[in-house]
């Protein structure tokens, strides 16, 4: 992979961060211990529900468990993606890492993140 193209898949993966880090700051606060961690918020009380206490909080509750699974993907997207940044900068961006071996270009810019070759993402056993 040449110098230039190294950078752009650097760019990328920085929008992307900045992307998944908006969209999480819609639902959920950074939490600095353990790094990366981030903590969905509890959907605030609807003032509007009137004497309907019991219903709003049931409402609340089962919004943020449907947003609790999202926020997973979204950490997990956003580990992926400082791994790989911090890959790039150590000079070991684009290894699998299962078997050490390169991760094709196509796959790459398709998901920049990838940590696996194809082979490996695929299998329980690569070689």
């Known amino acids: 992979m040449t110098k230039k193209e190294l950078e752009e898949i650097k760019k990328l993966l920085e929008q992307e961060k900045a992307a998944v880090e908006e969209q999480l700051s819609t639902f959920a606060i950074k939490d600095e211990s353990p790094e990366g961690d981030w903590d969905t918020k509890f959907p605030p009380l609807d003032n509007s529900a009137g004497g309907e206490l019991l219903e709003d909080l049931a409402k609340r509750r089962e919004e943020y468990e449907n947003l609790l699974p999202v926020e997973y993907a979204l950490e997990k997207k956003l580990n992926n993606i400082n ?4 890959k790039i900068e150590k000079g070991k961006y684009g290894l699998c890492e299962k078997c050490g071996k390169k991760i094709k270009k196509e796959r790459l810019l398709a998901i920049p993140e990838a ?7 695929n299998s329980t056993n690569c070689e």
């Open 83 to 86: 791994s790989a940044l911090k």
């Open 115 to 121: 940590r696996f070759c194809m082979k490996c993402q």
